[in-house]
T-cell receptor, first 111, second 118 residues
Framework: KQEVTQIPAALSVPEGENLVLNCSFT??????LQWFRQDPGKGLTSLLL?????REQTSGRLNASLDKSSGRSTLYIAASQPGDSATYLC??????????FGGGTRLMVKP | GAVVSQHPSRVICKSGTSVKIECRSL??????MFWYRQFPKQSLMLMAT?????????EQGVEKDKFLINHASLTLSTLTVTSAHPEDSSFYIC??????????????FGPGTRLTVL
């Protein structure tokens, strides 16, 4: 059974810092990995999708990497802003579009 | 990105009543949709896979008679929580993969429904 772990569980940084969120998974036979953002009481916003054949994806200040063989992905956020404060979830698709989620990283960016 | 809507966004009901939650894909067709549940400060847990034209597939530990799923059309799936109890209070979120039956599609999520059972 796939297990997804995110480290750290919570992170507080001053505005402007570059930061890295980590995601690891136990079963490397994945179709893709997706990073989401969730604001309190809200649904999920898709940030980046990395297919199993890809190594990384970039969108604006966000960069996600994937090392499938080692079961790891990282989300890099450059020049963090208070508006980036949210919970970040990684989810692995290894069974026909059914996602297994990590526990999330709660990010607080202080002005 | 694609748009998935949910209705209602928030519902409060008395114990023993049934509650229906709708999930719609607004600008694409979805032969499959997924229902997740999220308890406070926890991550999402898959409850079931909703299949258009056939029965839903439930994850282990999820009661199919308690959580009725109907995939009425290519753009609509409904989740009915029957005889709701306080322990069913949670945040229910649906998702749909866009672009066909390929197993590696990007998932789009609805805004969620907050259910509170008194």
């Amino acid at each position: 059974k796939q297990e997804v772990t995110q480290i750290p569980a919570a992170l507080s940084v001053p505005e402007g810092e570059n930061l890295v969120l980590n995601c690891s998974f136990t079963d490397s036979a994945i179709y893709n990995l997706q990073w989401f953002r969730q604001d309190p009481g809200k649904g999920l916003t898709s940030l980046l999708l990395i297919q199993s054949s890809q190594r990384e994806q970039t969108s604006g200040r966000l960069n996600a990497s994937l090392d499938k063989s080692s079961g790891r992905s990282t989300l890099y956020i450059a020049a963090s802003q208070p508006g980036d404060s949210a919970t970040y979830l990684c989810a692995v698709n290894n069974a026909g579009n059914m996602l297994t989620f990590g526990g999330g990283t709660r990010l607080m960016v202080k002005p | 990105g694609a748009v998935v809507s949910q209705h209602p966004s928030r519902v409060i009901c008395k114990s023993g009543t049934s509650v229906k939650i709708e999930c719609r894909s607004l600008d694409f067709q979805a032969t499959t949709m997924f229902w997740y549940r999220q308890f406070p400060k926890q991550s999402l847990m898959l409850m079931a896979t909703s299949n258009e034209g056939s029965k839903a597939t439930y994850e282990q530990g999820v009661e199919k008679d308690k959580f009725l799923i109907n995939h009425a059309s290519l753009t609509l799936s409904t989740l009915t929580v029957t005889s709701a109890h306080p322990e069913d209070s949670s945040f229910y979120i649906c998702s749909a993969p866009k672009a066909g039956l390929a197993p590696n599609n990007e998932q789009f999520f609805g805004p969620g429904t907050r259910l509170t059972v008194l």
